[in-house]
T-cell receptor, first 117, second 114 residues
Framework: EADIYQTPRYLVIGTGKKITLECSQT?????MYWYQQDPGMELHLIHY???????EKGDLSSESTVSRIRTEHFPLTLESARPSHTSQYLC????????????????FGSGTQLSVL | KNQVEQSPQSLIILEGKNCTLQ??????????LRWYKQDTGRGPVSLTI?????NTKSNGRYTATLDADTKQSSLHITASQLSDSASYIC?????????????FGRGTQLTVWP
């Protein structure tokens, strides 16, 4: 069972609102990630962090921002939500957990389904 | 271009039957291949991880195979159960150290009917 938590599970908001999606893990993992997933489509990496005060943009351009002030916490913020931001957002973390560097395990949260009206 | 292609896109089988899902990739250099199960509205959960030297790996009723020469993998599900209904995602990593760059397939949507 993965110890990575996302809140809220579902969020419906109006255009122009500022939102923050929360993600926390209790596994002590240095690496954390945010993915975006639309129905029937592959996951796209939008942000990642390899440790505290380290954040990078992923492959998919996103208007969201992230912060990593504490190891266990990796929130994602949208300053002004738009209908095009409607999607599922998945947070993940990775660590050795007894494996090798090659087989580093990736654990996902349950996701936040965001709907912007 | 590095890609991961999965087939079929969707599959319906009866409870108790076996099925095989396919994954073809062009990712290079290859590091490892992972299969994930994703229930509707949930995050993916890891089933297997295979490196270049591994041809097969099992996790209960799930058995994954890898042919690194032909760049193909399959996930075989034995004696399917209703709870196997989910999307099965193939993910390929291109680097030998840590997690590397991950390439995700679009998944095969499996439905198991009673």
């Amino acid at each position: 069972e993965a110890d990575i938590y996302q809140t809220p599970r579902y969020l419906v908001i109006g255009t122009g609102k500022k939102i923050t999606l929360e993600c926390s893990q209790t596994m002590g993992h240095d690496k954390m990630y945010w993915y975006q997933q639309d129905p029937g489509m592959e996951l796209h990496l939008i942000h990642y962090s390899y440790g505290v005060n380290s954040t990078e943009k992923g492959d998919l351009s996103s208007e969201s921002t992230v912060s990593r002030i504490r190891t266990e916490h990796f929130p994602l913020t949208l300053e002004s939500a738009r209908p095009s931001h409607t999607s599922q957002y998945l947070c993940a973390s990775s660590g050795r957990d007894g494996g090798t560097p090659t087989n580093e395990k990736l654990f996902f949260g349950s996701g936040t389904q965001l709907s912007v009206l | 271009k590095n890609q991961v292609e999965q087939s079929p896109q969707s599959l319906i089988i009866l409870e108790g039957k076996n099925c095989t899902l396919q994954c073809n990739y062009t990712v290079s250099p290859f590091s490892n291949l992972r299969w994930y199960k994703q229930d509707t509205g949930r995050g993916p959960v890891s089933l297997t991880i295979m490196t270049f030297s591994e041809n097969t790996k099992s996790n209960g009723r799930y058995t994954a195979t890898l042919d690194a020469d032909t760049k193909q993998s399959s996930l075989h599900i034995t004696a399917s159960q209703l709870s196997d209904s989910a999307s099965y995602i193939c993910v390929v990593s291109d680097r030998g150290s840590t997690l590397g760059r991950l390439y995700f397939g679009r998944g095969t949507q499996l439905t198991v009917w009673p």
